[in-house]
Nanobody, 126 residues
Framework: QVQLVESGGGSVQAGGSLRLSCASS????????MGWFRQAPGKEREGVAA????????HYADSVKGRFTISQDSAKNTLYLQMNSLKPEDTALYYC???????????????????WGQGTQVTVSS
């Protein structure tokens, strides 16, 4: 069983920045993929960013490309999401996920991941 714990959420004004962290109880490089997902009230859970192949590859949703950056610190078994130029539309509960199936065409699909954190709230005001 892999435990994931997110932190770093909070409230920020539009244009501001936040950095989310996800601490894993297992080695990141054994997880195939790790990713960040978000879910806003009344909306489906959507993939935001994913990291795979030992961190050599990343993939982003079009809505966050150029503003968000996913990264890892393998020594600390920690995944990060740096969020810049935040918009009110980014408001959501953000989840960390690990151990995708290994089919890299599905790295932004929630159903492809095995382990999930509890979520951390991000609220962006205008």
């Amino acid at each position: 069983q892999v435990q994931l714990v997110e932190s770093g959420g909070g409230s920020v004004q539009a244009g501001g920045s936040l950095r989310l962290s996800c601490a894993s109880s297992s080695s990141i490089y054994r997880a195939y993929c790790m990713g960040w997902f978000r879910q806003a009230p009344g909306k489906e859970r959507e993939g935001v960013a994913a990291l795979y192949t030992g961190g050599k590859n990343t993939h982003y949703a079009d809505s966050v490309k150029g503003r968000f950056t996913i990264s890892q610190d393998s020594a600390k078994n920690t995944l990060y999401l740096q969020m810049n130029s935040l918009k009110p539309e980014d408001t959501a509960l953000y989840y960390c996920a690990s151990h995708c199936s290994g089919d890299y065409s599905r790295v932004l699909l929630a159903s492809d991941y095995t382990y999930w954190g509890q979520g951390t709230q991000v609220t962006v005001s205008s």
